[in-house]
Protein backbone atom coordinates (compact mmCIF):
# COMPACT_ATOMS: atom_id res chain seq x y z
CA UNK A 1 0.00 0.00 0.00
CA UNK A 2 0.96 3.45 -0.71
CA UNK A 3 1.75 5.88 2.16
CA UNK A 4 -0.52 8.79 2.02
CA UNK A 5 1.65 11.40 0.88
CA UNK A 6 3.45 9.47 -1.70
CA UNK A 7 0.13 8.65 -2.86
CA UNK A 8 -0.89 12.31 -2.94
CA UNK A 9 2.03 13.24 -4.92
CA UNK A 10 1.25 10.64 -7.53
CA UNK A 11 -2.19 11.94 -7.91
CA UNK A 12 -0.77 15.79 -8.12
CA UNK A 13 2.12 14.36 -10.22
CA UNK A 14 -1.17 12.38 -13.01
CA UNK A 15 -3.25 15.75 -12.79
CA UNK A 16 -0.14 18.11 -13.47
CA UNK A 17 0.30 16.16 -16.55
CA UNK A 18 -3.45 15.55 -17.25
CA UNK A 19 -3.51 19.65 -17.12
CA UNK A 20 0.04 20.86 -18.72
CA UNK A 21 0.53 18.58 -21.76
CA UNK A 22 -2.91 20.15 -23.50
CA UNK A 23 -1.48 23.52 -22.90
CA UNK A 24 2.11 23.07 -23.91
CA UNK A 25 -0.18 21.72 -27.03
CA UNK A 26 -2.12 24.41 -27.90
CA UNK A 27 0.18 26.95 -26.90
CA UNK A 28 2.54 25.86 -29.35
CA UNK A 29 0.42 24.84 -32.46
CA UNK A 30 -1.79 28.44 -31.52
CA UNK A 31 0.07 30.95 -29.79
CA UNK A 32 3.97 29.76 -31.16
CA UNK A 33 2.14 28.51 -34.72
CA UNK A 34 4.52 25.31 -34.72
CA UNK A 35 3.36 22.92 -37.33
CA UNK A 36 3.49 19.12 -37.16
CA UNK A 37 5.92 19.05 -39.55
CA UNK A 38 8.17 20.71 -37.24
CA UNK A 39 7.55 19.29 -34.09
CA UNK A 40 5.56 16.38 -33.86
CA UNK A 41 2.56 15.59 -31.20
CA UNK A 42 4.49 13.08 -30.10
CA UNK A 43 7.96 15.10 -29.10
CA UNK A 44 5.20 17.38 -27.38
CA UNK A 45 3.64 14.88 -25.43
CA UNK A 46 6.86 13.56 -24.54
CA UNK A 47 8.64 16.88 -24.08
CA UNK A 48 5.75 17.82 -21.22
CA UNK A 49 5.77 14.58 -19.49
CA UNK A 50 9.46 14.57 -19.19
CA UNK A 51 9.20 18.04 -18.39
CA UNK A 52 6.55 18.21 -15.49
CA UNK A 53 8.42 14.39 -14.31
CA UNK A 54 11.66 16.35 -13.83
CA UNK A 55 9.86 19.28 -12.29
CA UNK A 56 7.41 18.17 -9.60
CA UNK A 57 10.01 16.42 -7.47
CA UNK A 58 11.23 19.42 -6.38
CA UNK A 59 7.89 21.20 -5.38
CA UNK A 60 6.75 18.22 -3.24
CA UNK A 61 10.07 16.52 -2.01
CA UNK A 62 12.83 19.14 -2.02
CA UNK A 63 11.97 22.69 -1.51
CA UNK A 64 9.85 21.57 1.59
CA UNK A 65 13.02 20.08 3.44
CA UNK A 66 14.36 24.33 2.84
CA UNK A 67 11.59 26.37 3.34
CA UNK A 68 7.81 26.30 4.62
CA UNK A 69 5.61 26.26 1.54
CA UNK A 70 3.59 29.00 1.39
CA UNK A 71 2.93 32.36 0.28
CA UNK A 72 6.07 33.85 -0.86
CA UNK A 73 8.15 30.68 -0.71
CA UNK A 74 5.59 28.62 -2.36
CA UNK A 75 5.40 31.37 -5.51
CA UNK A 76 8.65 31.53 -5.56
CA UNK A 77 9.64 27.09 -6.28
CA UNK A 78 6.47 28.09 -8.44
CA UNK A 79 8.59 30.53 -10.02
CA UNK A 80 11.61 28.30 -10.47
CA UNK A 81 9.54 25.46 -11.47
CA UNK A 82 8.95 27.73 -14.56
CA UNK A 83 11.93 28.58 -15.49
CA UNK A 84 12.98 24.98 -15.72
CA UNK A 85 10.10 24.03 -17.48
CA UNK A 86 10.09 26.80 -20.09
CA UNK A 87 14.12 25.81 -20.42
CA UNK A 88 13.55 22.35 -21.37
CA UNK A 89 10.96 23.76 -23.97
CA UNK A 90 13.04 25.97 -25.49
CA UNK A 91 16.09 23.29 -25.39
CA UNK A 92 13.93 20.96 -27.57
CA UNK A 93 11.57 22.79 -29.58
CA UNK A 94 13.83 26.04 -30.17
CA UNK A 95 10.97 28.33 -29.54
CA UNK A 96 11.19 31.98 -28.62
CA UNK A 97 11.78 32.47 -24.39
CA UNK A 98 8.95 34.34 -23.78
CA UNK A 99 6.37 31.75 -25.53
CA UNK A 100 8.45 28.73 -23.85
CA UNK A 101 8.18 30.86 -20.57
CA UNK A 102 4.59 32.02 -20.90
CA UNK A 103 3.01 29.12 -21.95
CA UNK A 104 5.06 27.21 -18.74
CA UNK A 105 3.21 30.05 -16.18
CA UNK A 106 0.32 29.29 -18.15
CA UNK A 107 0.59 25.46 -17.64
CA UNK A 108 1.57 25.63 -14.15
CA UNK A 109 -0.77 28.15 -12.95
CA UNK A 110 -3.88 26.24 -14.42
CA UNK A 111 -2.29 22.88 -12.84
CA UNK A 112 -1.44 24.46 -9.10
CA UNK A 113 -5.33 26.13 -9.37
CA UNK A 114 -7.15 23.48 -10.24
CA UNK A 115 -5.34 20.87 -8.82
CA UNK A 116 -5.87 23.16 -5.60
CA UNK A 117 -9.38 23.21 -6.05
CA UNK A 118 -9.70 19.73 -7.04
CA UNK A 119 -7.99 18.63 -3.63
CA UNK A 120 -10.81 20.71 -1.19
CA UNK A 121 -13.58 19.14 -3.19
CA UNK A 122 -12.53 15.91 -1.92
Excluded at 38 to 55: D, H
Excluded at 69 to 78: C, K, N, V
Aim: charged share 10%; with cysteine.
Amino acid sequence: MIPHFEHAFLVALGRSILIELPVLWIGLRTLGKVSSERISSPQIIATGFLATVATIPYLWFIAPLFIRMSGLPLLGIEGAIVLGEGAIYRLVFSCDWRLCLGISAVANALSWGLGTLLRHMG
